[in-house]
């Protein structure tokens, strides 16, 4: 029988001593790693940092060559910069030389702060091309970089990121883009309208955009108007543009969407209008919206109507405060809606009541009050609530936890309320500010614990939020 | 009737479309027809360890596991009559532990993600021969959430530590360099040292 460890090291045939081996501990380990196969190797390769991919071309020799036909590529310089010079520039480029020919680079991670412009050019050239799949860059430049116009067109590329707000030099517009096969997209951009990039990609699922606005260096540009692709599923869109008097308009015309984070701050001067259709596939929605002009702010009522098929629903309290001011607000029925996260810029039981008796089959709520340095009060124009029961409290929800908690009457009233009519509560968990002294908690604690549950399993939890 | 025998009657009725319910013979809508052809729980089919032991399986199980098991049923060079596949490369009780993976992750799938990975943590706490094995075994059958699972694994080996340290825990006893390429690897990786 043939010792295996002598196979894959034929140069070095290892003399097989008899009398040693009868000796030999049954419990004696083989090198089985290394008889495996290249293309298993490199796979497991494919998941560590390619800087230690790499190095293992000198456990022995066997490994030498196995990381060079690795198709993955995840570099960063942060590991370089405690050596002396800076020996990452050239670490890349060998990377780049030594590897394989034979197996293109499918994926592309860079994260550099200092490599030149000239230098992180010619590497993408290098790694584009017909076979190319990923590409993620984080570069912490300070001035602008124009990536190679054969990315636009890369037909095999499935996802870009680019992250960190990326200055990228074009001004204002992207060159011709077309993308087919492009499923994922996020962009963290400076004063580059983003329209051209959208509409070249025919089958984007996801897509996070965030459209940073600074007119530091004199650069402001315009984009006022952006389509997003119609093939949506998931949506992440900050847009911080509306700074300046302008208009800007924002179509979210994706009848696919499941997934909606949206954040949006405008000014007092410009108008952001933002118009939807329905979203009969929603999921999960989480929306901030701020805008210092309440007129300017209709679209919000209307958004909020459109995502009425959600299961989850987060609204910050400019939001939701969008909804108290609105005029003749109608709440929709939201048929689905499991999980309803709600920050409030004051306690109103009308709002909260009306919002109840349209979520009929709500699950958990979380209620956070906002506490704001300059709280300017704001009315809810609304209807009264009808008298009777929501049905979710009677026989749907499960949790409940309220923030922010300022023991206000109305705050006292409504968690007795829901205490008294929950009926197939679990948990109700109330967050104690920390301004609150101990005989105040003690007080609230004791009084809120002696409220008759209807639930019987309700269990009613403190949670103390102190300094330190 | 042997359970070959059973089996391969079960199987003709099934083509037949007539199943025996309760000692009559019935014949079946058409929706019990396509049943059968995607392959009905209740439809085993035979792997045959290197050692040549039989294990008997839920099909449904390893076809949706086992890209290479999922091809030979669906381009039908599978014959449920024959009713055996040879895997002359896994021995018993690699075959046995594929076997497990595969219905566990079938008829679990629905847990959370947390009980499974523990489930699949215990699954893994096996000695380096046997996670070679199981690695050689799920890469011929070509499973990719067991193959993943295992280049984790193995990837945790390699991560963060020294070159002594792997060639230890990987038994690597001859690398094989001259005395001056290993001067030069020192040199050029001194943070792998």
Redesign the interface.
């Known amino acids: 029988m043939i010792d295996p460890?002598t196979i894959g090291?034929p140069?070095?045939p290892?003399p097989v001593n008899p009398t040693a081996e009868k000796a030999k501990p049954s419990t004696m380990?083989?090198?089985?790693?290394?008889l495996?196969p290249d293309s298993?190797l490199c796979?497991?390769?494919s998941?560590?940092p390619t800087k230690?991919a790499v190095?293992?071309g000198?456990?022995?020799?066997?490994w030498r060559h196995v990381w060079k036909d690795l198709q993955v590529l995840d570099i960063e310089d942060r590991?370089f910069w405690s050596c002396r010079g800076y020996r990452f520039d050239s670490y890349v480029n060998a990377i780049l030389s030594q590897r394989s020919a034979n197996y293109p680079i499918k994926k592309f991670r860079l994260t550099s702060y200092n490599s030149s412009e000239d230098l992180i050019l010619t590497w993408l050239d290098a790694v584009i091309g017909p076979h190319f799949q990923e590409l993620y860059l984080f570069i912490g430049l300070t001035r602008r970089i124009k990536l190679p116009e054969s990315i636009f067109t890369c037909v095999s590329l499935k996802s870009l990121v680019l992250k960190r707000y990326s200055h990228l030099n074009y001004y204002p517009e992207f060159p011709n883009v077309y993308l087919p096969s492009l499923k994922n997209l996020e962009l963290d951009i400076v004063s580059v309208d983003p329209s051209k990039l959208l509409s070249g990609c025919p089958v984007l699922e996801v897509l996070k955009l965030i459209l940073q606005n600074t007119t530091q260096e004199g650069f402001h540009v315009y984009v006022p108007t952006i389509q997003m692709p119609r093939t949506l599923k998931s949506l992440t869109f900050e847009d911080y543009t509306s700074l300046m008097e302008e208009i800007n308009v924002r179509e979210i015309y994706t009848p696919f969407l499941e997934y909606l984070h949206m954040r949006t701050v405008a000014s007092a001067n410009s108008e952001l209008q933002v118009s939807v259709i329905n979203f009969p596939n929603m999921v999960e929605a989480h929306l901030d919206l701020r805008h210092e002009s309440v007129e300017h702010g209709a679209w919000v009522p209307k958004l909020f109507k459109a995502l009425r098929e959600t299961k989850l629903l987060a609204l910050k309290y400019e939001t939701t405060q969008c909804l108290f001011s609105a005029p003749a607000f109608e709440f929709p029925e939201f048929h689905r809606l499991l999980n309803l996260e709600l920050d409030v810029p004051c306690f109103n039981t009308n709002f909260l009541l009306n919002f109840l008796h349209n979520c009929h089959v709500l699950e958990a709520l979380v209620i956070c009050i906002w506490k704001r340095a300059y709280a300017h009060p704001v009315e809810y124009n609304g209807p009264r609530p009808p008298s009777m029961v929501p049905n979710c409290l009677t026989s749907h929800l499960r949790s409940f936890e309220f923030r922010g908690y300022q023991d206000s009457t109305d705050e006292r009233e409504f968690i007795a309320y829901i205490l008294q009519r929950g009926l197939v509560l679990k948990t109700v968990t109330i967050h104690l500010k920390s301004d609150f002294d101990l005989e105040t908690k003690y007080i609230i604690v004791k009084g809120l614990s002696a409220i008759p549950r209807g639930s019987p399993i309700c269990q009613l939890n403190f949670i103390d939020h102190n300094h330190g | 009737m042997t359970q070959l025998d059973r089996l391969s009657v079960y199987h003709w009725l099934n083509a037949w479309c007539i199943k025996p319910v309760g000692g009559a013979l019935v014949r079946q809508e058409p929706e019990y027809i396509l049943l059968a052809l995607m392959g009905s729980p209740l439809k085993k089919i035979m792997l045959c360890s290197s050692e040549k032991e039989i294990f008997s399986v839920e099909e449904q199980v390893m076809v949706q596991h086992s890209v290479i098991i999922n091809n030979m049923i669906e381009d039908g060079s599978y014959n449920h009559e024959e009713s055996k596949i040879p895997l002359d490369c896994v021995d018993s009780k690699t075959l046995k532990k594929v076997i497990d993976y595969c219905t566990h992750h079938t008829h679990h799938h629905n847990d959370n993600q947390e009980d499974l990975e523990a489930w699949d943590a215990q699954f893994l706490n096996v000695d380096?021969?046997g996670l070679?094995d199981l690695?050689?075994a799920a890469?011929y059958l070509e499973i990719r959430n067991l193959?993943d699972l295992i280049?984790?694994t193995?990837?945790n080996m390699?991560?963060?530590k020294k070159?002594d340290e792997?060639?230890r825990i990987?038994?690597?006893?001859?690398?094989?360099?001259t005395p001056e390429e290993e001067e030069q690897?020192r040199k050029?990786?001194p943070?792998?040292y």
Do not use: A, Q, V
């Open positions: 460890i090291y140069s070095n290892k380990k083989m090198d089985r790693i290394s495996l298993i796979d497991i390769l998941y560590l230690e190095s293992t000198i456990l022995s020799r066997r590991p | 380096s021969n070679y690695l050689m890469n193959l280049y984790g193995i990837k390699i991560k963060g070159i792997i060639r990987f038994n690597i006893k001859d690398h094989g360099f690897n050029e990786y943070h792998f």
